[in-house]
């Protein structure tokens, strides 16, 4: 990966579910890296999302990876689903798998694919200091996981800086929620590379230009 490249990788949570393959094209053609897909299981969060078959679906037109948020408990059921159905990055909670998180890392890695692991705005980043050699990717939360459109946490953004001195060059770090031109610029001075937004792009009269202001 070029490590001056911001990967940018829009929310379908915020696209139109009726015109999916639509919106999907949309942010593609855009210029969007990845496809972030947030499947939700009522349980790890309030709100129940979207799960294997849609990926499925999405796997048939998107010509970008599917960058799959599993914000759902006992992730590792459901791994091998999503990685048939078409998944290019898993990520998982630490907060669903505390001490099986190492087993959870090895069975995303048997598929083949990246693996991420999140962590929610209360959670301290320190937990993830003993993974990030075996990871590709950390997804730090600056909103709390479940609902799309909520305003930015900056103090989350702060664990940005300290996760990229102690991670390998090669580590993505990404942030989720509330991204904006602004909070981007925010994120990206303290080391992030990926940013997922969703009401942002997809809420924009100009998807490129929203796109195109993240980078």
């Known amino acids: 990966m070029n490590e001056n490249k911001v990967i940018i990788s829009p929310s379908i ?69 999503f990685a048939k159905a078409g998944a290019n990055i898993i990520t998982f909670h630490y907060e669903a798998t505390k001490e099986n998180t190492e087993s959870v890392i090895s069975l995303i890695r048997s598929f083949n694919l990246k693996v991420g692991v999140s962590i929610k705005p209360k959670t301290n980043q320190d937990v993830l200091i003993p993974y990030l050699d075996k990871i590709d990717m950390v997804l730090v939360m600056t909103v709390e996981p479940g609902f799309g459109g909520q305003e930015f946490m900056g103090y989350c953004a702060q664990k940005i800086p300290y996760i990229r001195a102690k991670a390998p060059e090669s580590l993505i770090v990404q942030v989720d929620g509330g991204i904006n031109e602004k909070t981007a610029n925010i994120c990206k001075s303290l080391g992030a590379n990926s940013l997922v937004a969703g009401s942002y792009i997809y809420g924009s009269d100009d998807i490129k230009s929203a796109i195109d202001s993240l980078r």
Do not use: C, Q
């Not at 579910?17 to 969007?32: H, N, P, Q, S, Y």
């Not at 499947?39 to 970008?64: C, E, Q, W, Y």
């Open 13 to 81: 949570l915020s696209a139109d579910f009726t015109e999916l393959g639509r919106d999907v094209k949309a942010v593609e053609d855009a210029g969007a890296d990845w496809i972030h897909v947030d499947v939700m299981d009522g349980h790890f969060v309030p709100n129940i999302s979207i799960g294997v078959p849609v990926v499925k679906s999405l796997k048939k037109t998107a010509r970008v990876p599917l960058d799959v948020h599993l914000m759902i408990e006992n992730p590792e059921k459901y791994v091998g689903a």
